[in-house]
């Protein structure tokens, strides 16, 4: 029988009902989503700062040499610093139940299900997913993949007359990996060295799947992985990924190539406030819970250790 009292009691039964199922939710892993394993997350910033103030590193000059014990001319390293500004925003999400679910629920001893708390989060992750790789162009920022202070090459043509990787041969395409590698490398001195190369879906099926000739079962992607100048120098792995937002992303909206050093130094998201839900509440006949978040867009802050390469 409905009572006066049922709106209070359902909330009392909503309210009881997070306690189980945000600590659920909040563990759970996302692995839809690579923002965590692709660009660096802070999360050190205090819940509430609006901007968080950064510098850009450029190239530095200088080099150590001799000099007398009694001189006093030694050699200072020194670089170019821009500042930045990452501007913080809010957002959120929340998900809700009507009087009638929950005060079935409650009548029947029915445990509420995870479900809906579970879809917001994906929602969140979704979208944070989205701001680093692409930013946010109505708030003007930009992503991983389509930052201006990173320098954009562009793929040579291969034999076969053009640019894109499926008219080149394998070890067309190996090269311009390497060289994009190397141009990072050599144009700091050896001190910047990629880590990791982003591709499209399309590009990294290609080279998953393309055997290197037909009498063999190594396909480009393994030969590029074995061969790439990165694990030749260092005997550590290259990350090859496929992610979305790179099939046009390049100049004249062709494939892009992200080649870049996955280091909080060179390249970071500040996310001071990771998905936060609030206490439920009622509106109307409505039960809602919501969700807020507090996010920045990605800083590359030394763009020396990042390259594009458009025209795959």
Known sequence: MFTMDAPALALNFLRTAQNYIEPGIYARQYPDYQYRELVPVDNSAPDWTTAIDFFSMGDDVGQAREFSPDGDDIPFVDFKLDSGN????MAGIGYRYNLQELAHAQAYGIRLESDR??????????????VAFLGR????MTGLLNTASVTALTAPNGAGGTATWP??????ILKDVNDVLGI???ASN???QVDTVLLDQDRYAYIATKRLDATMTTTVLEHIQRANIYTIRTGRPLTIRAVFGLETAGAGSTHRLVAYR?????????VPMPLRWLQAEQRLLKFEVPGIFRLGGVEVRRPGAMRYLDGI
């Open 86 to 89: 990452s501007r913080v925003f």
């Open 117 to 130: 708390a579970d879809a917001a989060r994906r929602k969140y992750e979704q979208f944070v997913d989205n």
């Open 137 to 140: 162009a109505k708030l003007g």
């Open 167 to 172: 008219t080149k041969t394998p070890d067309e």
């Open 184 to 186: 990072v490398f050599t």
């Open 190 to 192: 050896g001190i910047e």
């Open 262 to 270: 996955r280091d909080p130094g060179v390249v970071k998201m500040h």
